[in-house]
């Protein structure tokens, strides 16, 4: 599996302390930016990352600024995205479970590195459930397809 990571400059740090249990986990990534702390766009970096999943370039991301929110905003307008903002393992594990999130989006500025780096691993080795979770993803995958076509 290889995943593409985003971050702003809010991001950056804890970036840096994901990325050793990448490693430990065996997983291959892409850093698609920003690498260091001047002041950027969360836009442009959220844009790279969501739209490489969207294609299905990439099987999953992850997406960091300050809060999670602007990347949050940005990654769930692509379609086929399922992005999930989470500040606690419950809530990175539930969003795979039951929602097949396919980007964890981490708030920077919010969370320490060992929360991050729990965060990390609960949501690499939880798998989706399926069934009734997979009726409601193809409701959420209807609402896209009415919405191109309007
Ligand atoms: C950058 O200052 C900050 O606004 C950004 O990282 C993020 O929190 C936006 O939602």
Known sequence: M???????????ALKN????????????????????EESVDYPDFGEKVSEAISKGEMEKGILICGTGIGMSIVANKFPGVRAALCSEDYSAKMSR???????????GRIIDGKTAQDIVKAWFKTSFEGGRHQRR????????????CQ
Do not use: M, Q, R, Y
């Open 97 to 107: 479970l039951h929602n097949d999130a396919n980007v964890l989006v981490l708030p």
């Open 2 to 12: 290889k995943i593409a990571i985003g971050c702003d400059h809010a991001g950056v």
């Open 137 to 148: 993803l193809d409701k959420i995958k209807a609402i896209e397809s009415h919405l191109k």
């Open 17 to 36: 302390k994901i990325v050793p249990v990448l490693e430990e986990l065996d997983i291959e990534w892409e850093d698609f930016g920003t690498k260091d």
